[in-house]
């Protein structure tokens, strides 16, 4: 898979074998619109405030995704260890659908290589 604008490619395959490690690690921000919020409150059949009073954090003007601490890891609150995927994933928020192709691994593809077994030089 490519995506204009950016030097190196992503097999989408490598997923069943990463164990997660976008979804883990390092602490992080994914910002939902209200448009997400009201699509994964739906997809979880709660209440959209309910919803954001279980899984999101304010941050400024903006609304983040929590994270779970397991160890020496901060999981995305969604990630369900036990089947290495995503429990929302029909679901996921932009942020999640458009990794790896993120603006600033334009210039941080090392760290990318080291956290995605899927990326590849083009």
């Known amino acids: 898979m490519r995506q204009d604008g950016f030097d190196f490619a992503f097999v989408p395959s ?3 074998s990463c164990e997660g490690r976008c979804c883990t690690g390092e602490s ?4 939902v619109s209200p448009q997400e919020i009201s699509a994964l409150a739906s997809y979880l059949k709660m209440d959209e405030d309910l919803f954001r009073s279980t899984y999101l954090l304010k941050k400024g003007y903006k609304f983040s995704l929590k994270e779970r601490i397991v160890g020496m890891s901060h999981d995305c609150i969604f990630f369900d260890r036990k089947i290495g995927a ?3 994933y029909e679901a996921r928020p932009m942020q999640c659908r458009t990794f790896p192709f993120w603006d600033y691994f334009k210039t941080h593809l090392s760290e990318l ?3 995605c077994p899927g990326i590849i030089d083009v």
């Open 86 to 88: 995503c429990g929302v």
């Open 14 to 16: 490598a997923c069943d």
């Open 113 to 115: 290589k080291r956290e």
């Open 28 to 31: 992080g921000n994914i910002f």
